[in-house]
């Protein structure tokens, strides 16, 4: 279950707060679990093609339920480790704030991350993810994107189109 911490007073909310507060924030928060997957398909920071479609084929229902009430029309794996090129400068670029035209929509597979988002009163706060979570940051909020202390996630990501994703900082 993902966590809330707020930055003015470095407070956190667990177990169904969480939902309630997120929910007043409008920002979407499921839990869809991960127990369905082996191993492999859960720790495996350099998927196949094959195996990224396994892992898709496996929320199916739950991807196709969400992408009906919110327009998404794609999915894909996106995996940051150590093992990603660069991946130093690219936490670097995530860690500036921005927004986009459409949601930004990603259910946690592996490892962990945090979306910092302004919320609606300007208060700040981090969604602290887990595997087996997943959040939409609402199109038009402002957010930034961290790792946590494992330096890893493994995530699937759901647009409605690539233009809506750009980041507008
Ligand atoms: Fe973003």
Not at 16 to 30: G, K, P, R, S, W
Not at 55 to 65: G, T, V
Request: net charge negative; glycine share 4%.
């Amino acid at each position: 279950m993902a966590k809330v911490r707020f930055h003015d007073n470095n407070e956190y909310l667990t177990g169904q707060a969480v939902v309630d507060f997120l929910a007043t924030q409008e920002v979407i928060y499921e839990h869809w679990g991960v127990d369905r997957l082996d191993n492999n398909l859960r720790d495996n920071y350099s998927p196949t093609e094959v195996e990224k479609q396994q892992i898709l084929d496996a929320f199916k229902a739950e991807i196709a339920d969400i992408s009906a009430r919110r327009d998404y029309k794609t999915a894909d794996i996106i995996v940051l480790s150590d093992k990603t090129p660069n991946l130093d400068a690219l936490l670097e670029k995530f860690k500036g704030e921005h927004h986009h035209t459409d949601d930004e929509c990603r259910f946690c597979v592996d490892g962990h991350g945090i979306f910092a988002i302004k919320g609606k009163d300007d208060r700040y706060f981090d969604v602290e993810m887990e595997p087996g979570d997943l959040i939409s940051v609402p199109s038009y909020y402002r957010h930034y994107f961290k790792l946590m202390d494992d330096r890893k996630i493994k995530a699937i990501r759901l647009f409605v189109t690539p233009a809506g994703w750009e980041a507008i900082y």
